[in-house]
């Protein structure tokens, strides 16, 4: 199976630019062959008119009528001098009175001049092979009121066909030359107008995963392709932050792993070193349990990241009562804040469109990490209400320390943590955040965090239901 490649820019600009410079010149090679046709023409009727003038005015004043000797004379002296004229007068019955030479006329041209039509002049090819220009028209004789004469007069134009002939040869070869030449310069001057995007083609293929904190020289590049390298810059941009991401996502996965791996080998490696009593087998176990329980979430909730960052749309959405989902959450959360003598509150209602199983485990996710982060003695607030931009507001409050503000962007991040130096064990997969906010966007909504000295809140925006009945 043949590829084939579609022809490139430079070649089309200069196929365009060459075909309009030939349909150019060829309508211009055109128009000047043809005025410089009509200028010729117009100086055989000039001639041709003066001489039909002058048969006219001798055959009015002549006493005598053809074929008169002197009359004849008369007008051959009148054309004495005028190489290449033909003149010929005929009767009312077309017979030839009197001709200056052997010059046959066509018959055409005689019938629309006795029938006084009034007709451009005609040229045709006579016997001896010259191209002749001819008209006609109609003399009265001397005395007489109507017209007896049909007189026809011709230009032998040989030499204006020769110059034609070779003026459209030298015009036609001049457009052919210059049609190539405009497309040699328009393939130049396109190759030079295409320079900027060679220099992006060359800037960015030195761009690697190693280098992408380069960019385009925006500032460099006409007005035309900047949009393009700007829209490059931040193509960039978000691929250096994705890589970023994926580096230190890569990175904090391995030491998650390492932390429940090292537990298992060493409880095995130190259990194997010794016989043991079915007991401390039995310990031995129930905490290896423990770290395959942790390391069973943690695959779990990476998986159900993955497919939900992959697949952002909800297949069968439904009505979901936030405030009755949340009051659930408070009442499963009880035991906890009990211990950490917590008052939990929940005010207002909205009801949003959604999968109501996930929208449970991201409330539940974030109530988890409030109560968890909550001061001893303190509160977890979770107050629900609308806008009127068609937004429910669900805000998850706690009282405790302030979250440092250079710890709030990254605070979603797969496996961070604000202080690194806690004992991971004890804080979960940490996955939880991170899985709350890829369930508020595949709903299309939006989370955030602020944290000052008094408490830190989380806001989820979602869009509301349509229907809603449990809403106020």
């Known amino acids: 199976m043949t590829s084939t490649r579609s022809r490139s ?42 001489r039909m003038l002058i048969v006219r005015e001798a055959l009015e004043r002549a006493t005598g009528r053809l074929p008169d000797a002197a009359l004849a004379r008369q007008l051959g002296e009148a054309f004495a001098g005028y190489d290449g004229l033909s003149l010929s007068i005929a009767d009312r019955n077309g017979r030839v009175l009197y001709a200056s030479d052997r010059t046959v006329f066509p018959a055409a041209l005689w019938q629309s001049a006795a029938a006084g039509q009034r007709q451009r002049p005609l040229k045709w090819v006579a016997d001896d092979g010259t191209v002749r220009r001819a008209i006609a028209g109609t003399a009265a004789p001397g005395g007489d009121r109507l017209p007896g004469y049909t007189v026809a007069i011709a230009l032998d134009i040989a030499h204006h066909e020769h110059f034609m002939s070779a003026f459209r040869r ?35 293929a030195e761009i690697t995963a190693n280098r992408l904190h380069s960019r385009l020289p925006a500032e460099a590049i006409p007005r035309e ?77 990476m998986l159900f990241l993955a497919r939900t960052d992959h697949d952002r749309t909800i297949a069968h959405p439904e009505p979901v009562d936030l405030r009755a989902e949340a009051g659930e959450l408070l009442d499963y959360f009880g035991i906890v804040a009990e211990e950490k003598r917590l008052r ?46 068609g937004k429910v507001e669900v805000s998850i409050d706690n ?24 004992h991971r064990t004890s804080e979960g997969s940490g996955l ?28 989820v925006s979602l869009r509301e239901a349509t229907d809603s009945p449990g809403s106020a």
């Open 9 to 50: 820019l430079t070649w089309r600009l200069t196929l365009l630019f060459a075909l309009a410079s030939a349909l150019v010149l060829f309508l211009l090679g055109i128009l000047i062959g043809r005025s410089v046709e009509e200028h010729f023409v117009e100086q055989d009727i000039e001639v041709l008119e003066g």
């Open 170 to 204: 030298t015009l036609w070869a001049f457009i052919g030359s210059a049609t190539m030449a405009m497309g040699l310069l328009g393939w130049f001057a396109v190759r030079r107008g295409l320079s900027p995007l060679q220099a992006i083609r060359r800037q960015a």
């Open 225 to 301: 392709l900047a949009d393009l390298a700007g829209e490059l810059n931040e193509m960039l941009s978000r691929l250096e932050q994705s890589f970023e991401r994926l580096a230190n996502f890569s990175s904090d996965l391995a030491h998650e792993l390492r932390t429940p791996l090292c537990n298992l080998l060493t409880q095995t490696q130190v259990t194997l070193a010794r016989a043991r009593s079915a007991d401390e087998y039995r310990e031995v176990l129930a905490s290896n349990a423990e770290e395959f329980e942790r390391l069973s979430r943690m695959t779990s909730d």
């Open 344 to 389: 939990l509150s929940l005010a207002g209602r909205g009801t949003v469109s959604g999968d109501r199983l996930m929208l449970r485990r991201a409330l539940g996710n974030l109530l988890s990490n409030a109560i968890r982060h909550a001061q001893v003695g303190g509160r977890v607030a979770v107050n629900i209400g609308g806008d009127a931009h």
């Open 399 to 422: 009282t405790g320390a302030a979250i440092p503000a250079e710890h709030l962007p990254r605070l979603f991040d797969r496996f961070y943590r604000v202080d690194g130096a806690r």
């Open 432 to 459: 939880g955040l991170a899985i709350a906010r890829s369930i508020v966007r595949a709903h299309g909504g939006e989370i955030s965090v602020s944290s000052d000295d008094r408490l830190t809140r989380f806001t």
